[in-house]
């Protein structure tokens, strides 16, 4: 996750590392259906606070790259972005608005 | 003029030897003077670009990409594989100087008591082999891809220097320009048709990039996802021009590389980059 200040605006850029697998495509290898896994929710919060949730679905992409802004962040703030899958599975990544450049 | 002159003259000996009455230094320069006529304007150090020094849109978003890579976890890997110890305690920083920063730059060399070049791959390789550990496939994204995508970036902004001193230096390196300057495959295309004579206009919807610069950064990664070691796009160049591609680590891809990274002498190392 990389997050920039400019005034007031905090600009967060984060990579999530998942398959994001559809569940139409097929295993080269083995000819079978590789099953559906992939992100359904994801949650962005500022101080603790959401600001943004999404709904994914499986239209998005391997290895997904989210950008978004925040207005009323500042110097010290924490942002923390959530996501969790058709699996159940979960992670998140949290990080600290630094000094506007 | 002169220098497109000199160079046509290595491309019409086709099937024979290309001419070796001129230096490396002099071939340098013809490459250099070549491609400041195809291209005015464009500074030196910027032909690590290739294509895009004939876009600059392509350019700019290339940089906007590159400020946050979506490959950043493939340099993640390598950067693991690159810290492991080895089973005898050492590791890669051990078998290079300054623990492998500011090396790739002298690659590929030509090992005067081997008689034969190395590249960097090789060296990595020749670590593992010295030290007890099984070799990696020069093919293969994992290991060797992803290892090369962080340690390769050890040397980032280093400036090219590679040497040719010996003569059996100098025939590797002629041997490299032979093939740059031969027409290969059912397409009967040489390398030089392209990436020479044909650099900055367009085919098949792509513009072609200039040889000068080509032997400086890598991995790629095609689509951000791609890995591709320099051999690799040969590979790639290869089978596109319908030709059988030589082998990885072969005795004539290694000589190309020699060749072709002498021409990139000065510019800088960049490495793990996107392209298209």
């Known amino acids: ?101 | 003029m002169a220098a497109a002159i000199l160079l046509a003259g290595q491309l019409a000996l086709t099937g024979s030897a290309s001419r070796a009455d001129t230096t490396p230094a002099e071939d340098r320069r013809a490459f250099v003077q070549f491609f400041s006529e195809r291209f005015p304007g464009v500074a030196l150090e910027d032909y690590v670009y290739g294509a895009m020094i004939a876009n600059p849109g392509a350019r700019e978003q290339y940089e906007q990409i590159m400020e946050f890579p979506p490959f950043i976890g493939d340099i993640e890997k390598g950067k693991q594989l690159w810290e492991r110890p080895f089973k005898n305690g050492r590791s890669f920083a051990d078998c290079f100087p300054n623990a492998g920063h500011n090396v790739v730059g002298h690659y590929p060399l030509f090992d005067q008591a081997r008689r034969k070049v190395v590249t960097f791959e090789m060296a990595l390789n020749d670590c593992l082999r010295s030290n007890g550990e099984p070799e990696m496939a020069y093919d293969a994204r994992e290991p060797m891809g992803v290892l090369t995508a962080y340690a390769r970036m050890l040397s980032d902004g280093m400036a090219m220097n590679i040497h040719v001193e010996t003569p059996q230096a100098r025939t590797a390196y002629e041997a490299g320009k032979a093939l740059f300057f031969r027409r290969i495959g059912q397409l009967n295309a040489a390398c030089a048709g392209c990436h020479l004579f044909n650099a900055g206009k367009t085919m098949r919807m792509e513009i072609i990039s200039p040889a000068l610069g080509h032997a400086t950064h890598w991995p790629i990664f095609r689509g951000g996802e791609e890995l591709m070691t320099f051999q690799g796009r040969f590979r790639r160049c290869m089978e596109q021009m319908r030709a059988v591609p030589y082998g990885f680590a072969s005795e004539e891809w290694n000589n190309l590389e020699y060749f072709l990274a002498y021409l990139s002498n000065g510019l800088p190392v960049k490495s793990s980059v996107f392209r298209k």
């Open chain 1, 1 to 101: 996750m990389r997050v920039k200040l400019e005034g007031d605006i905090a600009d967060v850029r984060v990579l999530i590392g998942h398959p994001m697998e559809t569940g139409l495509r097929k295993d080269p290898k083995t000819g079978e259906l590789v099953p559906m896994h992939f992100i359904k929710t994801v949650v962005a919060s500022l101080n603790g606070n959401p600001v943004m949730k999404a709904q994914w679905s499986r239209a998005m992409s391997r290895n997904p790259y989210m950008q978004f802004r925040v207005k009323g962040a500042k110097e010290g703030d924490e942002v923390a972005v959530a996501w969790v899958d058709n699996h159940g599975e979960s992670n998140s990544a949290t990080s600290t608005v630094p000094a506007a450049r």
